[in-house]
């Protein structure tokens, strides 16, 4: 019939996706926030507007999606789980289909728990950890990096502290362990909490079809808070193990130092940490792939060494 709109893909989720591309054409805006839907019906019918015409969506880029940097309080350090779902919804609606994620472990006392280092003895099957060191993601009263200051909520003026319940605020991993953990059984209930946290984010980007990466910086030499010398095979295995049992992502990413922006090279300890990687890789033989990501491919000598 004349006044029938078909919507259609190679998989029930690219039909999906065109039913979206239909409703933009529509009126109807989608971003992260939420939807934008007009006040009044906009232009043509459907039938009219595509009367006689075959519309076929073929994104420029295979991959599309974000990058959320975690380390500062105005990034994705203070998400929650429901955070984290209205945003993945969103992005399908915009046939977004990756995030990835980043670790910094910058000194001793500060170390993000996305990733946790450790060996894989000390993996239990449920993706839980038997040891760990400490780690946090910003807080309220993480202060002395980026221009921060800690500052208690409960100073907070013109009615401000009234929206919180303790003066540290930051990730739900981190509950009753603001602005860092000091015992033992306080950093493995922060590496065990963000272990449960991230498999649910990460299953349901798999219910949307939105791949999903987490990794380290190399060295792993240089992850302050684990002496890694001359174990890093034995590093990564763990890792892995960790990975794949606590939420197992479709990529594990290497990054390339922060230095190489400046003039620091480490060209032979990143080439000693890929190789490291790979065969970690090929001996726990994990679900997801190897990857590389930022911050440069390469030191500032040779930008492409990577490539």
């Given at each position: 019939?004349?006044?029938?709109v078909?919507?259609?893909?190679?998989?029930?989720?690219f039909?999906l996706?065109?039913?979206?591309?239909?409703a933009?054409?529509?009126?109807v805006?989608f971003?992260l926030?939420?939807?934008?839907?007009?006040?009044?019906?906009?232009?043509?019918?459907?039938h009219?507007?595509?009367?006689?015409?075959?519309?076929?969506?073929?994104?420029?880029?295979?991959?599309?999606?974000?990058?959320?940097?975690?380390?500062?309080?105005?990034?994705?350090?203070?998400?929650?789980?429901?955070?984290?779902?209205?945003?993945?919804?969103?992005?399908?609606?915009m046939?977004?289909?990756?995030i990835?994620?980043?670790?910094?472990?910058?000194t001793?006392?500060?170390?993000?728990p996305t990733?946790?280092?450790?060996?894989k003895?000390?993996?239990?099957?449920?993706?839980?950890?038997?040891?760990?060191?400490?780690?946090?993601?910003?807080?309220?009263?993480?202060g002395?990096?980026?221009?921060?200051?800690?500052v208690?909520?409960?100073?907070?003026?013109?009615?401000?502290k009234?929206?919180?319940?303790?003066?540290?605020?930051?990730?739900?991993?981190?509950a009753?362990?603001?602005?860092q953990p000091?015992?033992?059984?306080?950093?493995?209930?922060?590496?065990n909490?963000?272990g449960?946290?991230?498999g649910?984010?990460?299953?349901?980007a798999?219910?949307?079809?939105i791949k999903t990466?987490?990794g380290?910086?190399?060295?792993?030499?240089?992850?302050?808070?684990?002496?890694?010398?001359?174990?890093?095979?034995?590093?990564?295995?763990?890792?892995?193990?960790?990975?794949?049992?606590?939420?197992?992502?479709?990529?594990?990413?290497?990054?390339?130092p922060?230095?190489?922006?400046?003039?620091?090279?480490?060209?032979?300890?990143?080439?000693?940490?890929?190789?490291?990687?790979?065969?970690?890789?090929?001996?726990?033989?994990?679900s997801?792939?190897?990857?590389?990501?930022?911050?440069?491919?390469?030191?500032?000598?040779?930008?492409?060494?990577?490539?």
């Open positions: 019939a004349s006044n029938v078909v919507c259609t893909g190679n998989h029930p989720r039909a996706q065109c039913a979206y591309r239909l933009e054409h529509l009126g805006r971003s926030h939420g939807d934008v839907i007009p006040d009044r019906k906009l232009g043509p019918a459907p009219l507007l595509f009367n006689g015409v075959r519309a076929i969506f073929d994104p420029l880029f295979e991959t599309r999606g974000l990058q959320p940097l975690h380390d500062f309080p105005d990034g994705v350090d203070w998400w929650t789980i429901e955070d984290f779902k209205a945003t993945l919804t969103q992005m399908e609606k046939t977004l289909n990756f990835g994620f980043h670790t910094y472990c910058k001793a006392d500060y170390c993000e990733v946790w280092v450790g060996l003895e000390d993996v239990n099957e449920d993706g839980t950890v038997k040891t760990a060191y400490k780690s946090a993601y910003a807080s309220t009263l993480r002395n990096y980026w221009g921060y200051t800690a208690n909520t409960s100073d907070f003026k013109f009615g401000g009234l929206m919180f319940e303790s003066d540290c605020y930051g990730s739900e991993v981190q009753g362990a603001c602005p000091t015992t033992d059984q306080e950093n493995l209930m922060v590496f909490r963000a449960s946290f991230w649910e984010v990460v299953s349901y798999k219910s949307l079809g990466a987490v380290n910086q190399a060295p792993l030499s240089d992850w302050f808070a684990v002496n890694t010398t001359g174990r890093t095979v034995e590093f990564y295995e763990g890792i892995f193990t960790r990975v794949e049992k606590a939420y197992p992502v479709d990529y594990y990413w290497l990054w390339m922060e230095e190489w922006l400046g003039g620091s090279s480490q060209v032979s300890e990143v080439t000693s940490d890929i190789a490291a990687m790979e065969q970690a890789h090929a001996n726990v033989k994990p997801f792939q190897l990857a590389t990501c930022g911050w440069t491919p390469g030191p500032a000598n040779n930008r492409t060494y990577i490539g």
